[in-house]
């Protein structure tokens, strides 16, 4: 049987052979990593079930270059570099009869597919067929805020996380909380430190009950607290350098270096290109204060990524994302004549988080997508008038219905339209995934097309 040094040093050679391997497909320009990013619910793991599903054999993405071209051959899914992805389990659940939506997503999980086609060019005669290793990690939507924390200390983090809780908007969630900080005067006492931080933890859980887009750290959330890191809460000016603030300092000092660092290193400071999923339709139904929310959760959070323009070396060593795709998720919540509402609509909701990459000459672009289509369109007469309406079947009672979803305006409504509640959109229990087809999706392929479709 094998020493637990020696499997211990086996493991330690395979990870660095792997390394040395991707690094050498770096160099070459064949291994690219894709941010799936977007807050929770948004719809990172469907896309990225879709994804997978449409890349085995290319079936259903017309305007994917390599397909349009006529040289796609497929994809095979390798061994990725970390836990795997429940692709079996997500697809399992899109195929059941009835199908239902794939689990909210509880840890991190990686895919790995390497795509083959045929080349074209000089090179070809050398090297006839061109392969792309596709690297994605899938996380719970929670944990993207807490990239926020990154570069902030103890005081930066209470600051922040103070003035949110003051907004007029949450202030009524944050009542006990700000209550017992008032009452405190900073002593010694663990047991004070236990009890704000509980109290914060609370009205954490309250926003997100509350469908608060901004929740920060979104990971104090979950039943368990983060292994290795004592729950904390930030706490006001007043009580810098008392020893309730150091007790604190030192949680939350424990939680960026134990949890949030390492998580960011290994997965999150090297992606090349990004997709960042928004979930338009959720924030324009909640109402004004919602819409601001994922406006400013959204800019927060593309603010902790890395963009520019690589070299070869820099790809190699210290990649930055050189492409960003906004996309509205969930296209076939409204009839496609909406799309372009919804489009520029989108534009001015990302629009703040749009700077991070804007500033260091990144390109990006926005789309109207969904990754599984679970409606189809039908015209309908009332009144005189042709109305789009949507078929399928609702998520909530499991019928299948035929409504008018709506309009999506393509400005930021005003007040009074929104105070009509015009803007409700109803969630749909998806389509069975059978056989890929066209109306599989709507512009998954053009979107895929723009994040890699370079690259094969
Ligand atoms: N109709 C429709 N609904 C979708 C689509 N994609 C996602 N949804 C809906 O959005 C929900 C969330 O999608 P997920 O892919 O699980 O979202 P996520 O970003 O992975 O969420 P977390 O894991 O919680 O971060 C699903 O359960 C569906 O209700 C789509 O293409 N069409
Ligand atoms: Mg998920």
Same mark, same amino acid.
């Given at each position: 049987?094998?020493?637990?040094?020696?499997?211990?040093?086996?493991?330690?050679?395979?990870?660095?052979?792997?390394?040395?391997?991707?690094?050498? *497909?770096?160099?070459?320009?064949?291994?690219?990593?894709?941010?799936?990013?977007?807050?929770?619910?948004?719809?990172?793991?469907?896309?990225?079930?879709?994804?997978?599903?449409?890349?085995?054999?290319?079936?259903?993405?017309?305007?994917?270059?390599?397909?349009?071209?006529?040289?796609?051959?497929?994809?095979?899914?390798?061994?990725?570099?970390?836990?795997?992805?429940?692709?079996?389990?997500?697809?399992?659940?899109?195929?059941?009869?009835?199908?239902?939506?794939?689990?909210?997503?509880?840890?991190?999980?990686?895919?790995? &597919?390497?795509?083959?086609?045929?080349?074209?060019?000089?090179?070809?005669?050398?090297?006839?067929?061109?392969?792309?290793?596709?690297?994605? $990690?899938?996380?719970?939507?929670?944990?993207?805020?807490?990239? $926020?924390?990154?570069? *902030?200390?103890?005081?930066?983090?209470?600051? &922040?996380?103070?003035?949110?809780?003051?907004?007029?908007?949450?202030?009524?969630?944050?009542?006990?909380?700000?209550?017992?900080?008032?009452?405190?005067?900073?002593?010694?006492?663990?047991?004070? =430190?236990?009890? $704000?931080?509980?109290?914060?933890?609370?009205?954490?859980?309250?926003?997100?009950?509350?469908?608060?887009?901004?929740?920060?750290?979104?990971?104090?959330?979950?039943?368990?607290?983060?292994?290795?890191? @004592?729950?904390?809460?930030?706490?006001?000016?007043?009580?810098?350098?008392? @020893?309730?603030?150091?007790?604190? =300092?030192?949680?939350? =000092?424990?939680?960026?270096?134990?949890?949030?660092?390492?998580?960011?290193?290994?997965?999150?400071?090297?992606?090349?290109?990004?997709?960042?999923?928004?979930?338009?339709?959720?924030?324009?139904?909640?109402?004004?204060?919602?819409?601001?929310?994922?406006?400013?959760?959204?800019?927060?959070?593309?603010?902790?990524?890395?963009?520019?323009?690589?070299?070869?070396?820099?790809?190699?060593?210290?990649?930055?994302?050189?492409?960003?795709?906004?996309?509205?998720?969930?296209?076939?919540?409204?009839?496609?004549?909406?799309?372009?509402?919804?489009?520029?609509?989108?534009?001015?909701?990302?629009?703040?988080?749009?700077?991070?990459?804007?500033?260091?000459?990144?390109?990006?672009? $926005?789309?109207?997508?969904?990754?599984?289509?679970?409606?189809?369109?039908?015209?309908?007469?009332?009144?005189?008038?042709?109305?789009?309406?949507?078929?399928?079947?609702?998520?909530?009672?499991?019928?299948?219905?035929? &409504?008018?979803?709506?309009?999506?305006?393509?400005?930021?409504?005003?007040?009074?339209?929104?105070?009509?509640?015009?803007?409700?959109?109803?969630?749909?229990?998806?389509? *069975?995934?059978?056989?890929?087809?066209?109306?599989?999706?709507?512009?998954?392929?053009?979107?895929?097309?723009?994040?890699?479709?370079?690259?094969?």
């Amino acid at each position: 049987m094998a020493s637990p040094l020696g499997s211990t040093v086996a493991r330690l050679v395979r990870g660095l052979q792997e390394e040395v391997r991707t690094a050498g *497909r770096r160099l070459f320009d064949r291994h690219l990593r894709l941010a799936v990013t977007g807050l929770r619910r948004s719809g990172k793991t469907v896309f990225t079930t879709a994804l997978a599903y449409h890349l085995r054999d290319g079936r259903g993405l017309p305007f994917f270059r390599p397909v349009h071209e006529g040289r796609y051959l497929g994809a095979l899914s390798l061994d990725p570099p970390g836990p795997p992805f429940p692709l079996d389990r997500a697809l399992g659940a899109l195929r059941a009869s009835p199908p239902s939506w794939p689990e909210p997503t509880r840890s991190l999980s990686t895919l790995r &597919l390497e795509l083959r086609a045929t080349a074209t060019g000089p090179a070809a005669s050398l090297q006839p067929i061109r392969r792309l290793l596709l690297d994605i $990690v899938d996380y719970p939507g929670e944990w993207l805020l807490d990239l $926020v924390l990154l570069d *902030r200390d103890f005081a930066a983090f209470s600051e &922040l996380a103070l003035a949110l809780a003051h907004d007029p908007k949450r202030v009524a969630f944050a009542r006990d909380l700000l209550a017992l900080l008032a009452e405190t005067d900073g002593g010694e006492d663990v047991l004070v =430190a236990d009890r $704000v931080a509980s109290a914060f933890r609370d009205y954490l859980r309250q926003l997100q009950r509350e469908d608060f887009a901004l929740v920060l750290p979104g990971r104090m959330i979950e039943e368990e607290a983060p292994s290795r890191s @004592p729950p904390f809460a930030p706490l006001p000016p007043r009580l810098a350098e008392t @020893p309730l603030w150091h007790r604190m =300092a030192e949680r939350y =000092a424990a939680y960026r270096e134990r949890v949030l660092q390492p998580f960011f290193a290994q997965w999150f400071a090297r992606f090349d290109r990004q997709i960042v999923l928004v979930d338009l339709l959720a924030a324009l139904g909640r109402g004004p204060a919602h819409f601001a929310d994922t406006r400013e959760a959204l800019a927060l959070a593309l603010a902790a990524f890395r963009y520019g323009k690589n070299g070869r070396l820099r790809r190699l060593l210290a990649p930055r994302i050189e492409r960003v795709l906004f996309a509205m998720s969930k296209a076939d919540h409204v009839a496609p004549n909406q799309h372009a509402n919804a489009r520029e609509l989108l534009r001015l909701l990302v629009a703040d988080a749009a700077r991070a990459p804007r500033l260091e000459g990144v390109r990006h672009e $926005v789309m109207v997508l969904a990754a599984l289509r679970s409606t189809d369109v039908l015209h309908i007469e009332h009144q005189g008038q042709l109305l789009s309406c949507v078929r399928g079947r609702l998520a909530e009672d499991d019928r299948e219905t035929v &409504l008018f979803p709506g309009e999506v305006p393509h400005e930021l409504p005003q007040e009074r339209e929104w105070t009509q509640r015009r803007f409700r959109f109803r969630r749909f229990a998806p389509r *069975r995934l059978s056989d890929a087809g066209p109306d599989t999706h709507i512009r998954l392929d053009r979107a895929l097309d723009w994040l890699i479709g370079d690259r094969l």
